[in-house]
């Protein structure tokens, strides 16, 4: 896929070629009840929620198109590396299991009739899924990331992006880790080789919007 070189943020992050991606909001991942929450501290997660839910409403009055990739692994998924980490993490519970609460995505951000959903199965929502190629038959240019956690499942996701020819914008206050420095840091290993990395407001203000 080619993409001619945008000169300016305005061009880049023209509405009718952008796609607001977010992921793994859900409730494993986010909510105090959730999996996560029983070996890590999650209130970074939920404290993006408002404000993520309020810039995907200006975003669809723009004209973005938000995709909601969310991930679940089957009882068919339960082998290799992925388990084997969840193993020497010692997790003791499945995180997203199929129709579980968990694996929803938190009521807040609950997509919309036109907004996409993309299940995933790994860290990086374009292995074995079809995002690339309905992002293709969008017209989407750009990808706008947002969600859960920075520096694995989005971090993982902007890089493939990136290397199928996307413009990646990274929202520094839209997505959240299970720890400040791990956060700062893949948002410091974006912004040196994999796109551009802004705040909401500053993305809202190129579309002449705001909270």
Same mark, same amino acid.
């Given at each position: 896929?080619?993409?001619?070189?945008?000169?300016?943020?305005?061009?880049?992050?023209?509405?009718?070629?952008?796609?607001?991606?977010? %992921?793994?909001?859900?409730?494993?991942?986010?909510?105090?009840?959730?999996?996560?929450?029983?070996?890590?501290?999650?209130?970074?997660?939920?404290?993006?929620?408002?404000?993520?839910?309020?810039?995907?409403?200006?975003?669809?009055?723009?004209?973005?198109?938000?995709?909601? %990739?969310?991930?679940?692994?089957?009882?068919?998924?339960?082998?290799?590396?992925?388990?084997?980490?969840?193993?020497?993490?010692?997790?003791?519970?499945?995180?997203?299991?199929?129709?579980?609460?968990?694996?929803?995505?938190?009521?807040?951000?609950?997509?919309?009739?036109?907004?996409?959903?993309?299940?995933?199965?790994?860290?990086?929502?374009?292995?074995?899924?079809?995002?690339?190629?309905?992002?293709?038959?969008?017209?989407?240019?750009?990808?706008?990331?947002?969600?859960?956690?920075?520096?694995?499942?989005?971090?993982?996701?902007?890089?493939?992006?990136?290397?199928?020819?996307?413009? %990646?914008?990274?929202?520094?206050?839209?997505?959240?880790?299970?720890?400040?420095?791990?956060?700062?840091?893949?948002?410091?290993?974006?912004?040196?080789?994999?796109?551009? %990395?802004?705040?909401?407001?500053?993305?809202?203000?190129?579309?002449?919007?705001?909270?």
């Amino acid at each position: 896929m080619s993409r001619k070189f945008f000169s300016s943020l305005q061009e880049k992050l023209r509405p009718e070629h952008t796609a607001v991606v977010v %992921v793994d909001m859900q409730n494993d991942f986010c909510s105090p009840e959730g999996a996560m929450a029983k070996v890590r501290d999650v209130a970074a997660a939920g404290a993006i929620v408002p404000n993520l839910r309020q810039f995907l409403t200006q975003a669809r009055t723009a004209g973005a198109k938000p995709i909601f %990739v969310y991930m679940c692994r089957g009882p068919e998924d339960a082998y290799g590396p992925y388990e084997e980490m969840l193993h020497r993490r010692k997790r003791k519970s499945r995180l997203c299991a199929p129709d579980t609460w968990g694996v929803k995505i938190v009521d807040e951000l609950t997509p919309q009739e036109d907004d996409e959903i993309i299940r995933k199965r790994a860290y990086s929502a374009f292995v074995r899924t079809d995002l690339n190629r309905k992002l293709q038959e969008l017209g989407i240019k750009t990808l706008i990331m947002t969600g859960v956690a920075t520096n694995v499942c989005v971090e993982s996701t902007a890089r493939d992006g990136f290397m199928l020819d996307y413009y %990646v914008v990274f929202a520094r206050d839209l997505t959240a880790a299970y720890d400040q420095g791990q956060h700062e840091s893949a948002l410091k290993n974006i912004k040196e080789h994999f796109g551009d %990395v802004l705040t909401a407001e500053e993305i809202l203000g190129v579309w002449g919007r705001g909270y």
